[in-house]
């Protein structure tokens, strides 16, 4: 089986070394049973074409490509025709039935793989534009087997007259995770990064944006210290809200009580998992939560505003909590529920790029069959 992974949406993201890049882990896992596994992941003109090795049996192609906003004009011409199987990293892309036809002309089975079906662009002009040409994307799909990374876009694809679906969710690389977190002590963390032993530390990672709710984060804090003293939190990211938010900081009085960090490198990111009493995660239209996950891995408490990555993700009390409020939120964090291995545990039932993976694969051969 020689198997293509289709990434059209335009990035320098996905490059090999690039962290937790989906594509990369899920060809790693496909590699292991399959005779070939090719990347093509379309980037900025002003890159560099190149292949590069991931591993025994997969490759990486980076092609260079004009765009439209993130939907990148992808060259059919790059594609292996002898390819048994073609999984389009889809959702809106406007590319969708170019490469479903490329796929029918060349006797290849085009295996979708959905994470969204609407626009979450700010610009209404954009929602509109986005939503209309989905329309074509729907007719390609109701004539596939689609992968889907939650039920919440199973149901909303169902309803769209998209019967064939599996939930195949999107899976942690377990080469990118350091295996032997344990055994470093947290309080030799805690005092690394600044932190008393007794400081209940609360970590917040993502881009300063309107979607991840970083100004929220530093109202919540806020409240919570009314109740506890003790909290503090550690907020790893920046972007076009990082002046509000040093702002609001300011306003509340929470300089003590709040470590800005523009980056941590990959290698250190296990460490600030393993140190936080809590992870917050204010999103709410979260497609996955590839943070929740590694948080999770780790053995860190998740509270997640209710979304369809995290709904998919914790199971409410038992390997995490779900909030829908400020005031959830707050409750929840407070809470002294340990949820012991169960939360580590589930990462390694559910969401390796091992399982999801081998459900593709079993795609590829029904539709081959």
């Known amino acids: 089986m020689k198997v293509g992974i289709l990434i059209t949406s335009i990035s320098n993201f996905g490059q090999k070394g690039f962290y937790n890049a989906q594509e990369i882990g899920l060809a790693k896992a496909m ?14 003109t002003d890159l560099e074409k190149k292949t590069e090795k991931i591993c025994e049996n997969a490759v990486l192609h980076l092609i260079p490509s004009k765009s439209s906003g993130i939907n990148g004009v992808v060259k059919v011409n790059e594609l292996n025709r002898s390819l048994t199987a073609l999984i389009h990293f889809s959702d809106t892309q406007f590319s969708v039935p170019k490469v479903y036809q490329w796929c029918e002309k060349n006797g290849v089975q085009y295996v979708p793989y959905i994470g969204v079906v ?19 994307n729907l007719a390609v799909y109701r004539k596939c087997s689609c992968c889907v990374k939650t039920p919440t876009v199973q149901k909303l694809l169902m309803g769209m007259g998209v019967k064939n ?12 995770l350091y295996v032997d977190y344990k055994v470093t002590s947290v309080v030799d963390l805690k005092e690394k990064y600044g932190y008393c032993e007794a400081d209940k530390v609360l970590l917040f990672i993502g881009r300063m944006i309107d979607e991840k709710q970083p100004v929220r984060m530093i109202d919540i ?17 920046t972007g076009e809200l990082k002046n509000a938010v040093e ?4 306003k509340l009085d929470l300089e003590d009580a709040v470590q800005l960090v523009e980056r941590i490198p990959n290698s250190d ?9 809590t992870f917050v995660n204010l999103n ?20 997640a ?12 009390g038992k390997s995490g909590w779900l909030a829908e409020s400020n005031e959830k939120m707050m409750e929840k964090i407070l809470d002294t529920t340990d949820f012991g291995e169960e939360i580590h545990c589930r990462v390694l039932r559910e969401f390796t790029w091992e399982s999801s993976a081998g459900k593709m694969k079993q795609i590829i051969k029904d539709d081959f069959r």
């Open 269 to 277: 990111i296990w460490e600030l998992y393993r140190l936080a009493n």
């Open 284 to 303: 709410q239209q979260e497609i996955f939560g590839m943070a929740i996950l590694e948080a999770m891995y780790y053995g860190c408490k998740v509270v």
């Open 118 to 136: 609407e626009s979450h662009s700010t610009s209404r002009l954009k929602q509109i534009i986005t939503n209309l040409l989905f329309r074509k």
């Open 305 to 316: 505003w209710k979304a369809p990555g995290p709904n998919l993700i914790i199971e409410n």
């Open 247 to 250: 702002a609001r900081i300011e």
């Open 221 to 237: 804090l806020s409240e919570l210290r009314k109740k506890d003293a003790s909290y503090k939190l550690l907020m790893v990211g």
């Open 31 to 44: 590699a292991k049973s399959c005779e070939a596994v090719e990347v093509y992941k379309l980037i900025p």
């Open 165 to 176: 679906t599996i939930v195949t969710p999107v899976g942690l690389d377990l080469d990118l």
